[in-house]
């Protein structure tokens, strides 16, 4: 494709200025080239260039730098990167920098979803996808989340700490029970913090779809009560957009269950312990 639907010109911009390894750049310094006054903007284009591949993270902690990746930029989008694409793997990389956003906020600013708002280190979302099986049966459809937010977290007592959040997502045509239960499969495994089905429902009335489509849209819809209730009961989140792109909005329809310790307990935990001395 030739002329995508989205304006690319700042992911064009950004993969210029960008170094190769091992040489690396921040955001404030991306920021200051570019001439932006919202570094939001910056974070969102270089996540999505990272999970195209584009560009790769670089230092230790991730989410910091950036390095020039494996692919081109202009290569990957003749290759279809479409605002409204027909198979599930293409939508991963047009969700990474939504969810960064997501869970950026999710942790560090509404304190209705966590009781301690601890400094935020860092945001780093990847496409952990398995497609395929292989020949020692390794990878499967519940062995790995689509995609997989890691988030940096330092605490007064605990210090460093990490939270993962782990995402199956479903675009309108596969949305059904089958997306929960993959989502709880990252759950009984222990192998998230949370763990959520995020589904792509697009606006019915839109004229991108044709009549077939559109059904499939209304069977989607009409399917979201019953996730809701069954993920409230497993523990899971769901999360429904109805755009993809760096300015789609997740709406959170249930909120998902802790599955690992809470580190804000333990910190508090320790600063009682370390003031009763």
């Known amino acids: 494709m030739d002329n995508p639907a989205f304006d690319f010109q700042i992911h064009h911009d ?39 591949e584009v560009l790769a993270w670089a230092g230790v902690r991730q ?7 494996s692919r081109d930029l202009d290569d990957v989008l003749k290759t279809g990167l479409l605002p409204m694409p027909d198979r599930e793997t293409a939508t991963y990389p047009l969700l990474t920098a ?15 979803y966590v ?12 496409i952990t996808a398995s497609t395929s099986t292989g020949r020692t049966g390794a990878a499967g459809t519940h062995t790995r989340p689509d995609l997989t937010a890691v988030v940096d977290l330092q605490y007064d007592h605990l210090g460093p700490w990490n939270e993962l959040h782990a995402f199956e997502v479903k675009p309108y045509w596969a949305v059904d029970r089958s997306g929960l239960f993959e989502a709880a499969a990252q759950a009984a495994l222990r192998r998230c913090t949370y763990s ?31 996730l809701r209730s069954e993920a409230t009961e497993l523990g899971l989140g769901l999360l429904t957009t ?5 300015d789609a909005l997740l709406m959170q329809e249930v909120k998902p269950r802790r599955q690992a310790l809470d580190p804000g307990a333990a910190d508090a935990l320790l600063g009682t312990l370390n003031y009763s001395r």
């Open 115 to 126: 009781e301690v708002n601890p400094r935020i280190e860092g945001v780093s979302v990847h």
């Open 242 to 246: 109805q755009t993809l792109g760096e």
């Open 98 to 112: 939504v969810v960064d956003e997501f869970i950026t906020l999710w942790h560090g600013t509404d304190k209705k």
């Open 14 to 52: 950004i993969a210029a200025l960008v170094p190769l390894g091992p040489e690396r750049i921040g955001y404030a310094e991306l920021q200051e080239k570019l001439g932006l006054g919202q570094r939001g903007r910056v974070k969102r284009a270089v996540s999505t260039l990272v999970a195209l």
């Open 196 to 226: 959520w089905l995020l589904a792509w429902i697009p606006d019915p009335a839109s004229s991108h779809f044709t009549n077939p489509q559109k059904q499939l849209i209304l069977r989607a819809l009409d399917a979201i009560p019953s």
């Open 63 to 69: 989410g910091r730098a950036v390095t020039q990746g």
